[in-house]
C-alpha cells in the first residue's frame, strides 16, 4: 500500500511535491507582461461577480449583527446578480475577505469597499494584488472546506496558519 502523504508526521514539514506527485523540476514558464495578466484578471468571472455584487449595494444595503443580509435580500441578490442563493452566499463572504464589500462602522450596514471603487481605475499592480488577493481567498476557503472533510487531515491542509 502505498504511503500516504497527507499523513501526519510531527518531524516533517509538508511536501507539495510529494503530496502532489511532482517531478524533481518543472519545465520554465513565462509569464505574460503585468499589462497582459492584469487585462486577464479584469475579465475573470469571480472578480466580475464581486463587482455586481458592489455595484447592486449602492448606497447601502442593512446588515445584521453577523454582518449578513435578511433572507429576503438575499434572494432579491441573488436573482439580481443571477446567481444561486448557495453561490451568492459564498460571494458574500468572499467580497467582505477581499473588500470589494465593506460593513459600516455601525456594523449595521453593508457598501461597495474600497477595492471595488478602485478596481476599474486601478493601474496593474492594484489590479494584480486584488487578483491575487481574491485567488488566496478561494485557495483559503477551499483548504478549509477539505480540512473540514478530513479531520485527520487538518493540520496539513492549514497553509495560513488557521488551526
Same mark, same amino acid.
Given at each position: 500500500?502505498?504511503?500516504?502523504?497527507?499523513?501526519?508526521?510531527?518531524?516533517?514539514?509538508?511536501?507539495?511535491?510529494?503530496?502532489?506527485?511532482?517531478?524533481?523540476?518543472?519545465?520554465?514558464?513565462?509569464?505574460?507582461?503585468?499589462?497582459?495578466?492584469?487585462?486577464?484578471?479584469?475579465?475573470?468571472?469571480?472578480?466580475?461577480?464581486?463587482?455586481?455584487? @458592489?455595484? =447592486?449595494?449602492?448606497?447601502?444595503?442593512?446588515?445584521?449583527?453577523?454582518?449578513?443580509? @435578511?433572507?429576503?435580500?438575499?434572494?432579491?441578490?441573488?436573482?439580481?446578480?443571477?446567481?444561486?442563493?448557495?453561490?451568492?452566499?459564498? $460571494? =458574500?463572504? $468572499?467580497?467582505?475577505?477581499?473588500?470589494?464589500?465593506?460593513?459600516?462602522?455601525?456594523?449595521?450596514?453593508?457598501?461597495?469597499?474600497?477595492?471595488?471603487?478602485? =478596481?476599474?481605475?486601478?493601474?496593474?499592480?492594484?489590479?494584480?494584488?486584488? =487578483?491575487?488577493?481574491?485567488?488566496? @481567498?478561494?485557495?483559503?476557503?477551499?483548504?478549509?472546506?477539505?480540512?473540514?472533510?478530513?479531520?485527520?487531515?487538518?493540520?496539513?491542509?492549514?497553509?495560513?496558519?488557521?488551526?
Amino acid at each position: 500500500m502505498a504511503e500516504d502523504p497527507f499523513e501526519a508526521d510531527d518531524d516533517a514539514d509538508f511536501d507539495l511535491k510529494e503530496a502532489f506527485g511532482l517531478p524533481d523540476q518543472l519545465p520554465p514558464i513565462r509569464l505574460p507582461a503585468a499589462a497582459e495578466l492584469a487585462a486577464m484578471a479584469h475579465r475573470a468571472p469571480m472578480i466580475a461577480e464581486l463587482r455586481a455584487l @458592489a455595484g =447592486w449595494l449602492g448606497a447601502g444595503r442593512a446588515v445584521d449583527e453577523d454582518a449578513s443580509m @435578511a433572507g429576503d435580500e438575499v434572494a432579491e441578490a441573488a436573482a439580481a446578480l443571477g446567481l444561486s442563493v448557495p453561490r451568492f452566499e459564498h $460571494l =458574500w463572504e $468572499l467580497a467582505i475577505e477581499t473588500g470589494f464589500v465593506e460593513i459600516d462602522d455601525d456594523e449595521t450596514g453593508a457598501l461597495p469597499g474600497e477595492i471595488a471603487r478602485a =478596481w476599474d481605475a486601478g493601474d496593474d499592480e492594484e489590479v494584480l494584488g486584488t =487578483w491575487t488577493a481574491v485567488f488566496e @481567498a478561494v485557495i483559503d476557503a477551499t483548504l478549509d472546506i477539505a480540512a473540514s472533510l478530513d479531520p485527520d487531515r487538518a493540520e496539513d491542509l492549514d497553509f495560513y496558519g488557521h488551526g
